[in-house]
């Protein structure tokens, strides 16, 4: 019988830096000789994350409509569509920022049903440490309403390893304090802390991973009406638009713009951002793209990749999360596109596809509350 493939979830709130987790961890999988498969996932078609792994050269595939946990077979064919040519070693799945229940509608069906075929690796929730330091009220700053912070905590109470991510955003002090009141509330989890940026962590996390296997614990209890009604106060949105100019233009700059303005736009509703991602992907010019981000209100737009090269013509992902009217996200994203496009000076930017909605209720396919 073949080995078994290893299947790695790695789940946290929205902005906590999944895919970027998920590139380094590909990255050191594909240095050792490792064939890796990823699954991304998303409410709706149109994926900033997907575009950007793919462009790592990485095999993608997306599940769109609703979380693994709601469409649990989605997750096995896109298994098997990765391993059409040959198997992946390590499938690494990033599941919908807002999702929580994991154990109980992924892990545990998983184990039951394709025990045979998958390892299930602990499942790891990564944080955010800025927006986690808030979320539990030792340092101050705005955040999200309840129900949002209800799902927030249930992501936590189910991981088995809380990763700290972003440490080089704080001292050692700020991220010790962070530590201790994690471990403290979440006593199931271990704890690690890494910087998925500067590499700090990686290693030892990756080994534990790579290593061992989720726990089977009973599942947590989960009031799937809190649930979904937190899920649904978030609007999310997902736009491709479509650019080009009959010169050459800065699309770094034009990035920038758009991002500003959506920002700016959305401090005036009072919106708090959950996270705004960008990825501008020139029609010619294979590999160069322009990747932005911004994870939180008082937050700043960060690019994690830039274009060496003016370009012509391109396509613009925009995927926004906030606490807000999915409406007035549309509304507001569409002229930030377009008074961006003008501020550049003849630039075209057609908007191909939008969609604007509350996460529906979540409805598991399979709940198991034993693994
Ligand atoms: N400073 C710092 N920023 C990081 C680190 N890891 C990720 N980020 C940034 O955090 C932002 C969000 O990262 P993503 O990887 O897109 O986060 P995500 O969890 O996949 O977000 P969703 O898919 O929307 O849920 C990006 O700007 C990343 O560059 C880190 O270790 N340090
Ligand atoms: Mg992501």
Not at 80 to 88: G, I, M, S, V, Y
Not at 89 to 103: K, M, Q, Y
Not at 167 to 181: K, V
Request: charged share 25%; aromatic share 6%; glycine share 8%.
């Amino acid at each position: 019988m073949p080995e078994k493939a290893r299947y790695i979830m790695i789940g946290g709130f929205l902005g906590a830096g999944k895919t970027t987790a998920i590139l380094r961890l590909a990255d050191f999988l594909a240095a050792k000789g490792q064939r890796v498969g990823l699954i991304t996932n998303d409410q709706s078609v149109g994926l900033v994350d997907t575009a950007m792994l793919a462009s790592h050269g990485f095999p993608v595939e997306e599940i769109t409509g609703g979380c693994f946990c709601c469409r649990f077979h989605s997750l096995t064919e896109a298994a098997d569509r990765l391993a059409a040519d040959e198997t992946p070693e390590v499938f690494i799945a990033e599941p919908v920022g807002s999702c929580t229940d994991l154990r109980a509608s992924v892990t545990y069906p998983l184990r039951a049903m394709y025990g045979d075929r998958f390892e299930v690796a602990p499942l790891s929730v990564l944080v955010d440490p800025v927006r986690a330091a808030r979320v539990l009220g030792i340092e101050p700053g705005r955040s999200f309403t309840e129900k949002v912070l209800y799902v927030y905590s249930k992501q936590l109470e189910e991981a088995d390893l809380i990763v700290i991510n972003k440490t080089d955003l704080l001292d050692a002090g700020r991220i010790d304090a962070l530590r201790e009141a994690l471990a403290t509330r979440y006593r199931q989890a271990e704890v690690l802390v890494i910087s998925a940026r500067t590499g700090q962590g990686l290693e030892s996390w990756f080994e534990r991973i790579l290593s061992s296997t989720a726990a089977s614990a009973a599942a947590m209890d989960l009031d799937y009406e809190i649930y979904a009604e937190g899920e649904a106060l978030l609007g999310w949105l997902n736009t491709s638009v479509r650019l080009s100019s009959a010169q050459p233009f800065d699309g770094n700059s034009l990035v920038q713009a758009i991002g500003e303005r959506i920002h700016g736009r959305l401090a005036r509703f009072g919106f708090e951002v959950a996270h705004l991602k960008m990825v501008l992907t020139p029609s010619e010019e294979a590999g160069d793209l322009a990747v932005a981000n911004l994870v939180r209100s008082d937050g700043r737009l960060e690019f994690s990749h830039t274009l060496r090269e003016p370009l012509d013509a391109g396509e613009l992902l925009l995927n926004l999360r906030a606490e807000g009217d999915p409406d007035t996200l549309r509304e507001e994203a569409a002229a930030a596109v377009e008074s961006a496009a003008q501020s550049l000076g003849g630039v075209s930017a057609m908007i191909e596809h939008t969609e604007s909605f509350r996460p529906a209720k979540p409805q598991p396919t399979y709940r198991l509350a034993v693994g």
